[in-house]
């Protein structure tokens, strides 16, 4: 079981910056593959990015490529997504998921934990 709780979410102009962080319970967070989700309001859950467990491979949506940077810290059980130059299209609840898999991480359908999810809010 690994339990995952999402910080760092809140209102910023466009053109902005913030840092999401996911926090992991459990001494296996290493095994995993981590990957970032989001969902704005009437629309499905999409990929954002993932990284590999050891954190030497990394994967990105389109959309954010470029502005937005994922890691993680595998001492402190821990993945991060730093988004830049913010966009009011960025705007949706983000979401941080555990996969076992090594492939396919951009299929939420990989995932087999999932966080609660923070708010993200771009003005323009």
């Known amino acids: 079981q690994v339990q995952l709780v999402e910080s760092g979410g809140g209102l910023v102009q466009a053109g902005g910056s913030l840092r999401l962080s996911c926090a992991a319970s459990?001494?296996?967070?290493?095994?995993?593959?981590m990957g970032w989700f989001r969902q704005a309001p009437g629309k499905e859950r999409e990929f954002v990015a993932a990284i590999r467990r050891s954190g030497g491979s990394t994967y990105y949506a389109d959309s954010v490529k470029g502005r937005f940077t994922i890691s993680r810290d595998n001492a402190l059980n821990t993945v991060y997504l730093q988004m830049n130059s913010l966009k009011p299209e960025d705007t949706a609840a983000y979401y941080c998921?555990?996969?076992?898999?090594?492939?396919?991480?951009?299929?939420?359908?990989?995932?087999?934990?999932w966080g609660q999810g923070t708010q993200v809010t771009v003005s323009s």
């Open positions: 459990g001494r296996t967070f290493s095994m995993y593959s």
């Open positions: 998921a555990a996969s076992s898999s090594r492939i396919k991480l951009v299929e939420r359908e990989r995932y087999d934990y």
